[in-house]
Nanobody, 118 residues
């Protein structure tokens, strides 16, 4: 069955870094665009970063551009989110999403908690 398993979350101080990973299985990973979303307490889930198939394009939310980097390794069926200079406003549950070709359903992971505080 389809699985997206996120890891790499944790607690860091402001200015710190974390690298999130999302390992996919159960579908043809290299045909899916991959994204990271985040949801802070009391807020809606928001798109943080996305990467197209074959890594031909990436997009970022304004709030993370220049600090976060999304990448993918199709040989490992894994998408990453490198997060640098983390700030308290980055505190959220981070979710991995796979979006396939038209007519297919998206897939979501269970999320990983990131907490930034001093």
């Amino acid at each position: 069955q389809v699985q997206l398993v996120e890891s790499g979350g944790g607690s860091v101080q402001p200015g710190g870094s974390l690298r999130l990973s999302c390992v996919a299985s159960g579908f043809t990973f290299n045909t899916y665009a991959m994204s990271w979303y985040r949801q802070a307490p009391g807020k809606e889930r928001e798109l943080t970063a996305s990467i197209a198939t074959r890594s031909v394009a990436t997009t970022y939310a304004d709030s993370v551009r220049g600090r976060f980097t999304i990448s993918r390794d199709d040989h490992k069926n894994t998408v990453y989110l490198q997060m640098n200079n983390l700030q308290p406003d980055d505190t959220a549950v981070y979710y991995c999403k796979a979006r396939g070709p038209p007519g297919t359903d998206p897939h979501w992971g269970q999320g990983t908690q990131v907490t930034v505080s001093s």
